[in-house]
């Protein structure tokens, strides 16, 4: 069965930082790749980070850019997102999302959602001003 769980949420100041955590279970975690998605009250969901754990591409969202990292540790079966600097519009649920990587990758620079097959309960980000 496949498992993703998120930790690492909270309430942080603007300018502060935060690390999540999605650990994953039930497949071969090297053939697949790992996206965060966040989704704030009213707003649709969208499309933060991903990485391709068969070959380590990165992918960001043009509002993270420069800001989140992105890692993965295949040994732990983890994806981490390092968030610094961060505004009180990064304010949201944020979740992992797993899919078995296909056709080389392409396509996940798109960050887009339906892509991806399977997908964690979520991590409250909240940041205040």
């Known amino acids: 069965e496949v498992q993703l769980v998120e930790s690492g949420g909270g309430l942080v100041q603007a300018g502060g930082s935060l690390r999540l955590s999605c650990a994953a279970s039930g497949f071969t975690f090297d053939d697949y790749a790992i996206g965060w998605f966040r989704q704030a009250p009213g707003k649709e969901r969208e499309g933060v980070s991903c990485?391709?754990?068969?070959?380590?591409?990165?992918y960001y969202g043009d509002s993270v850019k420069g800001r989140f990292t992105i890692s993965s540790d295949n040994a732990k079966n983890t994806v981490y997102l390092q968030m610094n600097s961060l505004k009180p519009e990064d304010t949201a649920v944020y979740y992992c999302a797993a899919d078995l990587i296909k056709n080389a990758g392409l396509g996940y620079a798109t960050l887009y959602d339906f892509l991806f097959d399977y997908w964690g309960q979520g991590t409250q980000v909240t940041v205040s001003s």
């Open positions: 990485i391709t754990n068969s070959d380590g591409s990165t």
